[in-house]
């Protein structure tokens, strides 16, 4: 079989196809043929050594893939040949909080998905749910739960109340995404006028053009009457705009901490001073988080937005067009 | 000005329509022609005299009525001629908890809606939503706001989980209406078989007859995976079927005590062993949640569901045909 | 080396001794020298055949026990020979929400602590506070779990806010002192007004003797202003009166749900109409629980408090003293 | 009787004491014998116009006072003519959360407590405990209600847990004092190690001098296990070592928003991106949170630490000596 390993952490050229044998499972293991498997900013941070997790050394990169169960060991119960499933992102969190001896991830500290087979502890998996294709049911582990527990991990804003997205990248699509299904109302902004009406067409019931609004913080506030959670994405350049966005009693998700320069963000006194918003951050989410966010896209049918998909032996592509930036949903990798 | 007073508490005899000048506002109060009323079981309680707060002799009966402002005193800013409103039930409670300086309620306490001309303190009312009609809009202040805490003031369901409700009542509707807009899955429990199509074109996923399926509750939790929030309007009927749907975790908001006996409910010991399911209660809501409601309403252009129509005249009538208990949704009374 | 077992669940003279090879550890085992273990409600449930989880036959009762490491497997880390332990009642359960998954307890579905050696899995068991003596290092699993988890599970009681606790078994003693540690002032109610000192000594701001007021819910409401959080351990003889104590937004955990006879509890629906009081459940709790209480414990010095030390071969003894149910705290029984 | 009126914001020049006629109260009105009053931050920044809500001209300084009562207005109900009181910061904000119509304040927009007699509306005042001497009770009604916000209004440290202060101005004292009441431990960061001693009497675990350690962060982290609870005093200068010393999913209150230059607080990327730190803010508090906070200070006999007293006359004198900023807890003016 066929398998992708980061060998150093000096871009693509580090990413190197390998082959090997066929996996057999230990007793706790299940074997996965990987069907499909997307990029998260944090495979590129990996990929270019800026994460702050370092990787293992000829590890299988990518925590997001999906696949089916071709095989499993003999003490696996949790699940079955011919299941459909996805890795859990933190493989050993399964409920409650992160703590030191549950941080390893997949495609980072442990073996990842872009391969032909993956092998995977049986508990470090999930089903999937049955309406989604290879592609889309690939997108789900890492931006998918990242998003799903920026809307509803800590006071879930209530229907009539505004979410604040920034860009159309994958958290923030599926951030516009199930803050529909909470019943929110969402503010999309871009920079990138062009993607307005497909940000309509996914629900956004405001969209604002950075470039024809570049201070658009005090626009937000008076259009919606002030946002109630925003998943901030943006980081040094919007954290202003979406506090000056934000009602009395906001909530900002912190996702991203720094601009391409490392620069940080600052919290405006004077503004903050008049604010009571509340700042938090997140790590992706347990498995009991990824089964949980599974229920809701299967009861809602929910389709995660795809941009573009690359083959299995164009991996380095892939990386290198989703690290230009401009893509509207998730850049999946088909599986080998 | 045609209003009915409430002189006695035995029954419907009581209930007496008077003339009366038309109403002058005081510095701080609206005046509000009404335009529609609608019937809650704390009605027919307090036109029984069954109901834990002694009404004033002589009261405006209802809490639930809408219309337009025709009036205001010098001082009141919140509100204008032309707006269109409904009464809080509280009236006095604005926001955070209820004290017992804050329990007056509309058509007990206070005078309420069953008049032509209702004088209010501009703190009692809220603005309606543009989308309702005035049989609609006269129906949000005690089962709307009921339905619309027990589904969002504690731990909201998250989309995917499940709601419970009970029967065809007004707080039943709107409160699986409300659970819908939150993107959960919803079970109706009715006795009658034949609503169980109006149920599902309201959005019910699963309909339960308990003529089809007295002892319910298990059969729920395995078709479901067991119910995170119960809305509990059955009482001591249901009580023990809700908590065996119910899963692990969940949550029951306790809206009926007693059966028509007055029977209390019994905790069975058996089942709550094994159970964690919290059991909370509330009484309707204050003025902030009502806007918050309304807020909701609007964006999602909610309709409550109207039983049946009465004309002012035959309000008696209406009180009569509310009793009887076989509904589905609101019962309203006209305007004078 | 000697341990006892459960042989069948008709009571005391199902409690045998038997001699076994020392055990070896596993290489995720560790190997502890019990040196003291007590007694919980739920033991003579076990013994008596009326616990909700069916106990496993032959295996070594109880619980809660503490001892210090005599030998580790090759594998385990997070503890070493020498150290100080006691186990977790729920010994799989790490974080987070119990599940179907982790509902095994030490002394029924797994051996437990009456034993001279006891193997656990690493996992399943804390270190002890160093201030703590054998006797009372071994009444902290349940008892002292579950009275944690009841004052600081959800909604911790601010200082100045009241606590009531029932009669002066180990969750009421341990109940009033953690209560006493969060800031809290706390109401003991006794049956036995001798133990008035006692309660007083170990922080109770008010002892309420059921034989002196049988109904003592008005009058603690009147001393109190209303009680804030009751830890109801009463059962059926005591609901109605803690709810009369409870504040208007109180919360009662609720720990005993029958009487001797079986009886449930009734929900009063007249006071439960004018309450907003919740009712809530818990499970004692889980290692990360269990760690926090002894890190409470340990910065306090709290000390258990211990009714009565039963020598190893007295245990069918210690059994009945506990039964016959008039304790003022735990009942311990030497190690082996 | 004479009064401080501010008129203009140059500093203590335009604090100037005018006479005027003894007061009569409104039918809603009371009248407070100030017999002391104490100074706060935000009262030097009144006085040079530095703080966001600008103060009405010739308004009476002052949010910080203690009295009793000598006359009541007729309708007066919750106070009675030898209440000793205080009042309540934001005036109109009784309970639930702040909004627009909320905000005046004692001292800026309303008139405060640095006169002979206070007019009060019955409902901005808060009956004071009884062992607290009039210096005492004049400086609970800012720094103390956000002491107590900062330890109790989100997420109450459970005993055990760690709580982190900086430097001995009145609300980090306040904030050590409450955490103690809750059985936390605490950490006392100071610029001056010669306070460690009456840091460690007012029960502070471990005191850190800033002189001796200046990126106190890891050390304080390494001795405590990390801080659970941050009140954040020190700006810019402290927050990077506050955000160090705190645990995974640690909290930081944050009070002070800029450097004596206007500088802002940067989050520091790196740092954050492996920390779930939660930041949030709060506005002092509402009257619901006072009675809580006075309710506890009373239960605990808690003592406030004053400083240093001056005269009435010697008003100006106060406000340089309180901007220099080297305090040890509240500085108080006695009554006229």
Redesign the interface.
């Known amino acids: 079989m066929r398998s992708y390993r980061l060998e150093g952490s000096g871009g693509t050229e580090c990413l190197v196809m390998r082959d090997a044998a066929q996996p057999e499972p230990k007793p706790h293991e299940i074997v996965v043929r990987v069907r499909a498997t997307s990029l998260n900013r944090r495979d590129t941070m990996i990929l270019n050594g800026t994460y702050?997790l370092p990787p293992r050394h000829g590890v299988v990169p990518l925590s997001d893939g999906a696949g089916d169960i071709v095989a499993i060991g003999d003490t696996v119960t949790r699940l079955a040949v011919g299941d459909r499933v996805t890795g859990s992102y933190f493989a050993r969190w399964?409920?409650?909080?992160?703590?030191a001896g549950l941080i390893d991830q997949l495609g980072c500290t442990l073996d990842g998905m872009l391969t032909e087979y993956a092998v995977l502890d049986e508990q470090w998996a999930a089903r999937l749910p049955d309406h989604l294709d290879w592609h889309e049911a690939a997108t789900l582990t890492c931006a998918g739960l990242t998003a799903w527990n920026a809307v509803?991990s800590t006071g879930?804003p209530?229907?009539?109340?505004w979410v604040l997205v920034i860009g159309s990248g994958g958290v923030s699509l599926f951030a516009l995404q199930?803050a529909k299904?909470?019943?929110c109302?969402v503010v999309a902004v871009t920079s990138r006028g062009e993607k307005a009406d497909r940000l309509r067409a996914l629900g956004a019931d405001l969209v604002i053009s950075t470039s024809d609004i570049p201070q658009w913080g005090a626009t937000v506030r008076d259009q919606t009457g002030g946002i109630d959670l925003v998943v901030e994405t943006g980081g040094p350049a919007t954290f202003a705009q979406s506090l000056i966005a934000s009602t009395?009693?906001g909530h900002i998700v912190?996702l991203t901490?720094?601009d391409a320069q490392?620069g940080?963000?600052?919290?405006?006194?004077?503004l903050?001073?008049?604010?009571?918003?509340?700042?938090?951050?997140?790590?992706v989410g347990?498995r009991?988080n990824l089964e949980?966010m599974m229920?809701?896209?299967?009861?809602?049918r929910l389709r995660p937005v795809i941009d573009k998909v690359f083959a299995f032996s164009e991996a380095g592509d892939a990386y290198r067009y989703f690290q230009q930036g401009d893509v509207f949903g998730k850049v999946v990798i088909d599986g080998a």
């Open positions: 702050p399964i409920d409650g909080r992160i703590n509803t879930i209530k229907p009539g109340q199930f299904l909470l019943g109302c009395l009693y912190l901490l720094q490392g940080p963000i600052q919290l405006p006194a004077a903050y001073q008049r604010s009571l918003v509340t700042i938090s951050r997140l790590f347990n009991t949980a229920r809701a896209g299967s009861q809602h």
